[in-house]
Structure formats: structure tokens, C-alpha cells
């Protein structure tokens, strides 16, 4: 029997949520990055420089941004390492990447855009200083794998950075299931034309692992010193971990 796994609230095989998920990104890629700012009030650029402040890269240093989309992270990690560092922006969707491969080249930044898949990373192991995954892991189809990859391609020292939509503060939750099933897709058929993939990405969240779950996969893949920041009374985690 196949093994199953969540596409929302749905079960369904691995291959079809790899389909779905590119459906999901190719249909918002335009209007992504104005329904961050719209659906968060602007916090996804708090969180994203929370981020670079605490993951210790520095001039020199050579980071891999999975599932980088658009290229906030990729943008302010460059900032971070300086001409003498790298940094490199891969997504498995095309679509997603032109939009941050072409908004980078906007901005007078070239940094290498690698399409690649985060389960069968096509690097040599031990090649970064930091792997940084925003937003993305709770879309991936086959998450213990893709942390494995995380590990691998870490150097000794180097750090792995997940920041996810996580498990928000229990008195907080009504309001925020409230405001994630009534007011996201709304928002979503209005600004981006799709209500249903905003429905899905709610879904998502609740699905992901939580907070003390996603430290325990990351242990379990090989990553050491594992722990987590919750930001915005937990509605997003970043955790932490280290190759050693």
C-alpha cells in the first residue's frame, strides 16, 4: 500500500501532493509577495530578519535558502555575507523562482538560482555554512528526508534555520482559526484570484508538526543543540539546529 500523506486536511499519495503543491505555488507565484504583507500586516519581514539576526552568518559565509520563492531571504543573507560569501536560491517551483530570480536581478543582485527539489538537494555534501528553509517545509511531501538533505549538506559548525508557521498560543487560537479559515481565503480570491490554494496553505499549518515535534524530526535527522524562538505568540517558530 502507498503511503499517504496530508495535502491540507486531505490524505492523499505522495505524488499527487508534489502535483497539488506546484499547482498551489504556480497559481499565487505573481501576487505572493503582496499577500504575505497582506495576510501577516507586514510581520513576515520581522520574522525573516529575526532570521539572519540569530543565525550566525556572517562575511564569508556560504548559505543555501530551500524553497526560497520571491528572495527576502536570499536578499538579506547576501547582505549578510558580503562579496566574499555566497548564497544560493533554489526552489522546486519554476514559477516562484523567476519571480525571485527576476526581482533579485531588479535589485542588482546576482545570485545563483538553482531549481532543485529539497528532498535530492543537487550539492556536494558539507558545502554550506548555513541551510535556511522559510516557509516551505510544511509543503514538502517527504519532510524527515528533506531535513536528512539539510544535514548533509552541511558543513561541521554549520546551522540549519527552519521558519515555519508553528502552534500559536492556546488562549489566541480561536481567533486565529477564525481569522485563517474566514479571512485568508477572502483575501486570497480577492488579491490573488484563488481562494482555494489560501484555504489549503491554512490547512497546512495545522498539519505541520509542532513546535516540540519539529525538534524531534530534526534531532532524529542529526542535527544537535536543536531549539526553537517562538515569534508572534507562537503563530511562527524558527528552530535551530546544529551539524557537528
Not at 506546484?22 to 500586516?41: C, I, P, T
Request: proline letters at 4%.
Amino acid at each position: 500500500m502507498t503511503q499517504k500523506t496530508h495535502f491540507g486536511y486531505e490524505e492523499v499519495d505522495p505524488t499527487e501532493k508534489t502535483r497539488r503543491v506546484r499547482g498551489v505555488f504556480e497559481s499565487v507565484a505573481s501576487k505572493y509577495d503582496l499577500m504575505n504583507d497582506l495576510m501577516s500586516g507586514g510581520m513576515h519581514r520581522a520574522w525573516k530578519r529575526f532570521t539572519i539576526a540569530t543565525s550566525g552568518v556572517h562575511a564569508g559565509s556560504r548559505v543555501l535558502d530551500i524553497a526560497g520563492g520571491t528572495g527576502d531571504l536570499s536578499r538579506l543573507f547576501a547582505d549578510r555575507v558580503g562579496p566574499t560569501g555566497q548564497v544560493i536560491l533554489s526552489d522546486i517551483n519554476g514559477a516562484m523562482l523567476a519571480v525571485g530570480r527576476d526581482r533579485l536581478l531588479n535589485d542588482g543582485r546576482l545570485i545563483p538560482a538553482v531549481q532543485c527539489n529539497a528532498e535530492a538537494l543537487p550539492f556536494a555534501s558539507r558545502s554550506f555554512d548555513c541551510v535556511c528553509i522559510g516557509f516551505g517545509l510544511r509543503n514538502v511531501t517527504r519532510k524527515e528526508v528533506a531535513l536528512a538533505e539539510m544535514r548533509r549538506v552541511l558543513k561541521p559548525g554549520g546551522v540549519a534555520l527552519i521558519l515555519e508557521f508553528s502552534r500559536v498560543w492556546q488562549p489566541l487560537a480561536p481567533a486565529y482559526d477564525w481569522y485563517s479559515f474566514n479571512v485568508l481565503p477572502r483575501l486570497g480570491r480577492l488579491v490573488a484570484g484563488d481562494e482555494t490554494s489560501y484555504r489549503y496553505l491554512a490547512e497546512s499549518i495545522r498539519v505541520h508538526p509542532d513546535q516540540a515535534a519539529l525538534k524531534t524530526m530534526m534531532e532524529a535527522a542529526g542535527f544537535e543543540r536543536v531549539d526553537w524562538n517562538n515569534l508572534s505568540a507562537g503563530v511562527v517558530a524558527l528552530h535551530r539546529g546544529y551539524a557537528f
